[in-house]
């Protein structure tokens, strides 16, 4: 009976190994594509921020500054 539960552990332990090494790999995999596209769009909005600013003619519209209640 001893034999037949050491058996079935060094049986498990390849399959329990397998899973392990299945789920590192898929996590690694989600989160360097996350991270990896994450850093590309905050680049490309860094550069099209940086194009729109140097590129462009945006002019900004004066405004009236009041201080305070307006005595008529």
Request: glycine share 6%; proline share 3%.
């Amino acid at each position: 009976m001893a034999e037949r539960g050491r058996n079935s552990r060094s049986a498990l332990l390849p399959l329990v190994l397998l899973w392990l090494a299945v789920h590192a790999v898929l996590l690694a995999a989600f989160l360097g594509a996350k991270f990896l596209l994450t850093k590309t769009m905050v680049m490309v909005l860094l550069v099209a921020g940086a194009a729109v600013f140097l590129f462009t003619r945006i002019r900004a519209l004066p405004r009236k500054l009041t201080h305070g209640a307006v005595i008529q």
